[in-house]
């Protein structure tokens, strides 16, 4: 096989088909979208491939079949049939001061009616989309294809203003209600986002969306899988350990069979030829972090927590359960599933080295001194771990300890079994006991025995 271009950062299938760009065929799940349902919505981490998928729908809907040769669809799908299709785009604005999401919302349907030759005189935003999914049909005589990518980033961007980001939900709720009133009109629809606001009332009604978020026939829709980079990638891998590749960039999981990799990771990975945090690094959001802090959850507590399919979809400007927040914005994955009376219950855990390495890392910077003595503690720390230095460990303690606000002498609970989960790879272990003083601010005392 030959190396071909990498399309990083390329959302555009056309771009990509054009290029002859590096593509992994996910028509066959959209195939199925189309020809089992309607009405549809997936939640995926950013940088997942969503709007990449999203174009590739409209594309397909449009009927350009020069693009899809050689893939799954291609003989498969009408093309003497095409519909319009209406593609409402939230990716590139920044949502955080009132009207900005009404105009970008008129400038966007104003441009659809533009190409379309459509004049609308309506001066609200879920009349003006009502009456040209109405004209749409009428002119082509088809119904149309809805498309929605990234449709929470308007809230997401308001999370730190509550009152802009309850404005911005109530505007988006109105707008998207339109969806569901002009059905007569509409072929297909899809939203995507990172997250699935409760209160948005497409998940509520009889003709609520169909949620593919954990539908384990589509958890690999978004994201490279094992085989893919062993098919479609074959020729950037020599020279790149693969069981390296794995520890670093996979593990994501939605309750399918298989575990899939963020595309962009795969993609700079293979460009600069060196491992590091490329997803991480392009931003974490500022109230993820924020919130675990504000809560008091501490690092060591977050691989292992537990949650039901109810409580990962439960998430709204007032009400963020951290497991949703994390599970939702990628930080922890599903890594199984237990059955239960009451539904799956899923026990949720970092999905690979780069998020759990990425978001200690992030914690600590907010919690810890300036960044030259936190490098220095670092490397201290790592040194005496490896050499079993716990005398020097206990010193490093204390100075670490001098150091942290006081509120978070407050919550300290040793006794959770945290050592349980490592007895079985038969390594030696050493359980560390400290014993904070709040009097003192410090520690009272330090002891080691192994396990």
């Known amino acids: 096989m030959k190396r071909r271009k990498l399309p990083t950062g390329i959302q555009t299938f056309r771009k990509i088909r054009e290029d002859d760009c590096y593509y992994v065929d996910k028509t066959a799940f959209i195939h199925r979208l189309v020809r089992e349902g309607e009405h549809y919505f997936l939640s995926r981490p950013r940088r997942f491939g969503k709007s990449l998928l999203v174009d590739t729908i409209k594309e397909l809907f449009e009927g350009s079949e020069e693009l899809f040769r050689g893939l799954h669809v291609h003989d498969r799908w009408n093309w003497s049939m095409r519909h319009p299709v209406v593609r409402l785009d939230f990716a590139a604005g920044r949502y955080r001061e009132p009207g900005l999401l009404d105009a970008t919302v008129m400038e966007q349907l104003a441009a659809i009616e533009r190409r379309a030759g459509v004049v609308a005189e309506y001066r609200t935003a879920p009349g003006r989309l009502a009456y040209l999914l109405e004209a749409l049909r009428g002119q082509s005589g088809q119904r149309v294809a809805v498309l929605v990518d990234e449709y929470d980033k308007p809230i997401l961007d308001a999370l730190e203003r509550k009152e802009l980001a309850r404005a911005n939900r109530d505007y988006l709720q109105e707008l998207y209600s339109t969806i569901k009133a002009c059905d007569a009109h509409v072929k297909f629809a899809l939203l995507t986002g990172v997250s699935k ?3 948005v009332s497409l998940f509520s009604g009889p003709n609520n969306l169909t949620d593919l978020t954990l539908d384990p026939r589509y958890s690999s829709i978004c994201g490279y899988t094992e085989s893919d980079l062993d098919t479609v990638f074959a020729p950037e891998l020599p020279g790149l350990d693969r069981d390296e590749i794995r520890d670093w960039y996979n593990g994501y999981n939605w309750r399918g069979d298989d575990r899939v990799y963020n595309p962009f990771d795969i993609l700079l990975l293979f460009d600069s030829r060196e491992f590091a945090a490329h997803w991480f690094e392009t931003g974490t959001p500022t109230f993820l972090i924020d919130t675990l802090i504000e809560r008091g959850i501490a690092s060591p507590t977050l691989d292992g927590m537990r949650a039901g399919a109810d409580l990962l979809s439960a998430f709204d400007v007032d009400e963020m359960e951290p497991e949703a927040l994390l599970f939702q914005t990628g930080y922890l994955t599903i890594r199984s599933v237990e059955r239960s009376a009451r539904g799956p219950r899923f026990r949720l855990g970092y999905p690979n080295r780069e998020v ?19 490098l220095a503690q670092d490397t201290a ?11 020097g460990l206990e010193k490093l303690f204390r100075a670490f300890f001098a150091g942290i606000p006081y509120e978070w002498h407050t919550r300290n609970d040793w006794a959770r079994g ?5 007895r079985a790879l038969g390594e030696p272990i050493h359980l560390i006991g400290v014993e904070f003083s709040r009097a003192a601010r410090n520690l009272a005392a330090f002891a080691v025995a192994r396990a």
């Open 197 to 199: 606001f409760s209160k």
């Open 356 to 374: 759990r390495l990425g978001l200690n890392e992030r914690l600590l910077r907010a919690l810890a001194p300036a960044a030259a003595r936190r």
């Open 381 to 391: 720390l790592e040194r005496l771990l490896e050499a079993n230095d716990f005398a």
């Open 418 to 422: 945290y050592a349980d989960k490592y």
